[in-house]
């Protein structure tokens, strides 16, 4: 006679194990999940990649289509687990999906177009063509604020993103978007028209992942413990800084800044980059980046101390780069590509990636024997030399007697070098999440133009700009 097995179905933790795959949904966006030539990227991809990793498991994403796909996809059989898409945690949702602890606190911001009065209270929105992509929190807040104004209209969109959205304001296509305030921070630097009119009373809010209702809970109690430890731990801090940082490190006008001359000056140097990353080996956008924070994109800036053009090429670099004409962008985006690429190869093999790429930047600005000296103080200090993370709080110490006379190369600016190095690696990140940017066949810079006085000082520093209007 058989017996019955009375063998206790495996938990939903135990199933992921079993198959060692995390199946994770997300939304195809800069502040969520991105793909470019170099992998995946975004806020939400490295968070549940390092959850992944936590368990001992493969990462698999997927991408919605909509905000009802995604949720609707956490009950389907075989179906994603997780969802990890910048959702924020809302009662309606709540009745749908089981939430995890927050990680991220947002708010609410209404946004309008430069140029237009902006609207100043809630009241004020009525008449306006307000848009906000379906399901949406931002719809939600909408829904209730039309109990209190029933003459409040708005449109909600099932296809579009938030860039689409802001897209559209910025082309006044829209009068007005409602976007959570981190979406607003990565994507601000595309939209130089794009402005916060005002926050919603009560919209502050927190992000969570999500969670179906197959799940046993013991998924749900894995994360937690997961997002709770990321906090101390400072994973999330980091994730942060890196995706939602820039007004932090550029300032709101460099944002606005930047923003507009993506739109006017890059495609007049674009092809010029790209010609330049395949000849040396180089991310083109890299190399964009460090264009952008020598001269912000501007082929005749020249520094007191005359270091010039685009790239900012002193004379002897010039020379031993083989430029003729430190002004003729083609030239300097050339030159100065060829020696970053010659900087990033002479460095210590021990020195690997990505920590090789932030050394070489710094050697760009500051000189390799400057570097070497710093490198040299973080040994001495007992910390690694090869990590950029170990190295970077020392620069500072080049400008100071009491440690710049124990170096080799003696004093120089580091502090600005660590601005420097910081500034280019937020544009890359922001260049490296604009997978649509155009490509244009750049015409040759404007030589009618008068040359730009700067005050930079020796290769390295950071190059003050007095700007030319587009």
């Given at each position: ?36 030539q170099d ?15 936590h ?8 991408s ?15 179906g ?5 898409a ?39 929105l ?6 906000v ?27 579009l ?32 028209k ?43 801090e ?9 007004i932090d ?6 944002a ?92 210590p ?8 790429t ?9 000189g ?7 490198r ?7 910390l ?6 170990e ?14 006379q124990k ?5 120089a600016?580091?502090?600005e ?15 490296r ?27 390295g520093?950071e ?8």
């Amino acid at each position: 006679m058989g017996l019955l097995s009375t063998s206790k179905p495996l938990s939903t933790l135990e199933q992921i194990h079993r198959s060692g795959v995390l199946s994770v949904i997300s939304r195809n966006s800069p502040s969520t999940w991105f793909q470019d030539q170099d992998g995946d990227h975004g806020f939400e991809y490295e968070l549940a990649k390092a959850f992944a990793e936590h368990l001992g498991v493969r990462l698999s994403m997927q991408s919605a289509g909509n905000l009802q796909q995604l949720l609707d996809s956490l009950d389907r059989a075989n179906g994603p687990m997780l969802a990890a898409a910048g959702l924020v945690i809302s009662e309606p949702r709540q009745a749908r999906v089981r939430f995890s602890v927050p990680y991220l606190p947002i708010s609410t911001q209404v946004v309008y177009r430069r140029g237009d009065a902006p609207p100043k209270r809630p009241e004020d929105l009525p008449g306006k063509r307000i848009g906000v992509i379906q399901n949406s929190h931002q719809a939600e807040r909408l829904s209730v604020l039309q109990e209190q104004l029933p003459n409040l209209s708005f449109e909600q969109f099932t296809a579009l993103e938030v860039g689409d959205l802001l897209r559209m304001v910025d082309e006044g296509q829209l009068d007005l978007t409602l976007v959570s305030s981190n979406s607003l921070a990565i994507h601000q630097v595309y939209f130089p028209k794009v402005r916060v009119a005002f926050e919603l009373e009560g919209g502050d809010g927190q992000l969570g992942w999500a969670v179906g209702n197959r799940d046993d809970g013991s998924l749900l109690a894995a994360v937690n413990q997961f997002l709770q430890q990321a906090e101390a731990n400072g994973l999330l801090e980091k994730l942060k800084n890196r995706y939602f940082g820039h007004i932090d490190v550029l300032g709101y006008v460099g944002a606005l800044r930047f923003a507009r001359h993506l739109e006017q000056r890059l495609p007049r140097y674009q092809a010029y980059f790209r010609k330049a990353g395949e000849q040396t080996g180089l991310d083109w956008r890299l190399l964009a980046a460090v264009g952008y924070q020598e001269s912000l994109w501007q082929p005749e800036a020249t520094s007191k101390t005359g270091v010039r053009g685009l790239m900012m090429l002193t004379l002897n670099t010039a020379e031993e780069m083989g430029v003729v004409n430190r002004l003729n962008a083609a030239q300097s985006i050339k030159g100065g590509s060829q020696y970053l690429a010659q900087i990033k190869s002479r460095l210590p093999p021990s020195i690997e990636e990505p920590d090789r790429t932030w050394f070489a930047l710094a050697a760009y600005n500051i000189g390799l024997g400057h570097l070497e000296d710093v490198r040299t103080l973080a040994q001495d200090e007992g910390l690694n030399p090869n990590l950029w993370a170990e190295v970077r709080p020392l620069l500072p110490r080049l400008s100071q007697k009491q440690w710049y006379q124990k170096t080799r190369y003696g004093s120089a600016r580091g502090g600005e070098t660590l601005h420097f190095v910081r500034s280019v690696r937020r544009y890359y990140d922001i260049l490296r999440w604009m997978n649509d940017a155009p490509v244009q066949s750049p015409p040759l810079p404007n030589n009618d133009e008068p040359p730009i006085e700067t005050q930079g000082g020796e290769k390295g520093g950071e190059t003050q700009l007095s700007e030319q209007q587009d």
